[in-house]
């Protein structure tokens, strides 16, 4: 089948994410490989074959959408194809608790981000007075840079770019400490477009359980498993953000 197909959310090592794809397109030779930039359009693609998302753009802006499943990581903070943030600050307030920086400022990566501002935000019982100030940093990686260098006291960051990160690039996490973490959630689904046909969708399912047991491809990605999915198993992100 043809389409466009992308990894876009854990493109820590661009040589393991287009391994990745290319293992998918091997099993589908049609299909285009994208380095989106307009992630939204990506995702609202009606050519779409695959792509990664966040679980709460899934759940208030992408309602068309088929879900295919979710990846297992071995990340530490993974629990099967769940997932969790972890709160770092500087390592000069590695012996705080989170309640010790209210007042203080907080980088989030984006307000449609579950793992950079609505985890945080969960935890915190949605108190949004907890904080003086947000900035609003753009990605993982530039919310830690915000804690580096003093601009933002406290981010917190999906296990996965953060297992990813100390592996690839450790420089990003010099001076860090993690301090706790958020709870469970289910893990970036990975989805396809409305017009994927029943027959494609289940190719798509066999083909990521095949990949996901290729430790050549798998393990650079700290891809541990998959696991089919459906939209219903997501349900739980909009009840947590709204306070339910």
Not at 143 to 170: F, H, M, W
Not at 181 to 195: D, F, K, Q
Not at 196 to 201: C, D, I, Y
């Amino acid at each position: 089948m043809a389409g466009n197909i992308a990894f876009p959310m854990y493109d820590v090592n661009r040589i393991a994410t287009d391994a990745l794809a290319k293992a998918l397109q091997q099993r589908f030779p049609d299909a285009q490989l994208q380095h989106p930039a307009d992630l939204l359009a990506h995702w609202q693609d009606e050519n779409l074959l695959l792509s990664q998302t966040c679980g709460y753009p899934l759940v208030t802006l992408l309602t068309d959408v088929q879900v295919v499943g979710h990846f297992h990581y071995t990340a530490p903070g993974c629990e099967g194809g769940h997932y969790r943030s972890l709160i770092v600050v500087r390592d000069a307030d590695k012996h705080k608790t989170v309640t010790d920086f209210r007042g203080h400022i907080a980088a989030c990566n984006s307000p449609d981000s579950q793992s950079g501002y609505h985890a945080l935000r969960n935890y915190l019982n949605h108190d949004d007075t907890f904080f003086r100030s947000i900035v609003w940093s753009g990605s993982h990686r530039q919310s830690l840079k915000t804690v580096q260098n003093g601009t933002a006291d406290l981010a917190a960051i999906d296990c996965v770019t953060l297992a990813l990160l100390t592996r690839y690039e450790p420089q990003a996490l010099s001076g860090l400490s993690i301090i706790d973490e958020t709870t469970l959630t289910p893990g970036l689904p990975l989805i396809t477009s409305r017009h994927t046909s029943a027959q494609t969708l289940a190719a798509l399912r066999q083909a990521l359980r095949e990949i996901a047991e290729d430790k050549k491809i798998a393990e650079p990605l700290l891809i541990g498993g998959f696991s089919p999915a459906s939209r219903r198993e997501y349900d739980v992100i909009l009840t947590a953000s709204s306070g339910a």
